[in-house]
Nanobody, 130 residues
Framework: VQLQASGGGLVQPGGSLRLSCEAS????????LGWFRQAPGKEREFVAG?????????????YYSDSAKGRFTISRDNAKNTVNLQMNSLKPEDTAVYYC???????????????????WGQGTQVTVSS
């Protein structure tokens, strides 16, 4: 199983980036997917998660950290086996390496705990600076 994250880069404050993570080797349509980030000198932290469970008419259940809420949007494309993270209104404190991850446990609510995720991508660097 491999998770390949892409889309990172250098962006000015207030700008946007779209991260993508493509999974290969296994289908993850029944798994919860998440994005985490790790800034230099800090622990890896939860950013957003999207459940395999969905509400009719509303799509998959999504969860966000307080810092991501209102600015970031997580989405998934089960046909392509991908998870995306649209990041708007970026701030310098969003600078970090961003990782995608897969939780195989079938829990409905996305976990913010690193230990609950079974597979991890290699990370993509996001730098927000003027």
């Amino acid at each position: 199983v491999q998770l390949q994250a892409s889309g990172g880069g250098l962006v000015q404050p207030g700008g946007s980036l779209r991260l993508s993570c493509e999974a290969s080797g296994r289908r993850f349509s029944m798994s919860t997917l998440g994005w985490f980030r790790q800034a230099p000198g800090k622990e890896r932290e939860f950013v957003a998660g999207i459940s395999w469970a969905a509400i009719s008419g509303s799509g998959s259940l999504t969860y966000y950290s307080d810092s991501a809420k209102g600015r970031f949007t997580i989405s998934r494309d089960n046909a392509k086996n991908t998870v995306n993270l649209q990041m708007n209104s970026l701030k310098p404190e969003d600078t970090a390496v961003y990782y995608c991850a897969v939780d195989l446990s079938r829990r409905v609510k996305s976990s913010a705990n690193i230990g609950d995720y079974d597979y991890w991508g290699q990370g993509t660097q996001v730098t927000v600076s003027s």
